[in-house]
């Protein structure tokens, strides 16, 4: 069965940190082009980060160096750091994967986990 699962959510006090975790069966998420996205209520999905095969990566303005996109082909994993959190990143964060090194659609979608950012 080809899934994509995310892991790590919680809820932490403003200035926490947490790492999320992207994990897939079916496929090898080493030959995949991996984005973070999230949805906080209310708001449309918005992008976060991604992680090409090649290990190229790019964030969203709102990130400002805060949150680390990064691959542990080993595990074939992809991980989300996510630091100095306020409550404006509260959200459901979700992972995708797609097989173009340029995907404009993405062929698979997590089910999204929760990050509560509150004191």
């Known amino acids: 069965q080809v899934q994509l699962e995310e892991s790590g959510g919680g809820q932490v006090e403003p200035g926490g940190s947490l790492r999320l975790s992207c994990s897939a069966s079916?496929?090898?998420?080493?030959?995949?082009?991996v984005g973070w996205f999230r949805q906080a209520p209310h708001k449309n999905r918005e992008g976060v980060a991604y992680?090409?095969?090649?290990?190229?990566?790019g964030y969203a303005d709102f990130v400002s160096g805060r949150f680390t996109i990064s691959r542990d082909r080993a595990q074939n994993l992809v991980f989300l750091d996510l630091n100095d959190l306020s409550p404006e990143d509260t959200a459901v964060y979700y992972c995708?994967?797609?097989?173009?090194?340029?995907?404009?659609?993405?062929?698979?979608w997590g089910q999204g986990v929760q990050v509560t950012v509150s004191s």
């Open positions: 995708a994967a797609d097989r173009s090194p340029f995907p404009s659609e993405y062929d698979f």
């Open positions: 079916g496929f090898t998420l080493n030959d995949y082009f």
């Open positions: 992680i090409s095969q090649a290990g190229s990566r």
